[in-house]
């Protein structure tokens, strides 16, 4: 499952073995756009050879909610993903609170990032 289509929703692709590769473009409500949910996504940025910070936690904290994601690829049984933290908002418009915790150690706090967006955010420090 990634956002393919960059429009803030999940879409799917599915390989039916010995099979054909499918798209599944999910076309609900756009989040973020006429009354639809809300969402964020987090990509990291880690220094060395963790380029992509597999690993890192990431915890969002948001008026009536709150969730903690680990980056990371593999979703299952020759199943991967983007490696990328995302949130379902609902309502909210922002989020108060996102603390990264990267692989090395070092711990980030962001506060009242706005939603509906994908946010690359560089670790910290040389």
Do not use: C, Y
């Amino acid at each position: 499952m990634a956002d393919i289509d960059g429009d803030g929703d999940l879409d799917i692709v599915a390989l039916e073995l010995g099979g054909a590769v499918r798209v599944l473009e999910n076309q609900a409500r756009s989040p973020g756009k006429a009354g639809g949910p809300h969402w964020l996504a987090v990509e990291l940025r880690a220094k060395g050879a963790n380029r992509f910070a597999l690993g890192a936690s990431v915890k969002a904290k948001w008026s009536g909610g709150e969730r903690r994601a680990e980056i990371r690829t593999s979703g299952g049984f020759q199943a991967s993903g983007p490696p990328e933290a995302r949130f379902g908002l609902g309502a909210a418009e922002r989020v108060d609170k996102l603390e990264i915790r990267w692989p090395s150690g070092k711990v980030q706090v962001l506060e009242n990032v706005a939603a509906d967006q994908r946010l690359v955010v560089e670790e910290p420090g040389g």
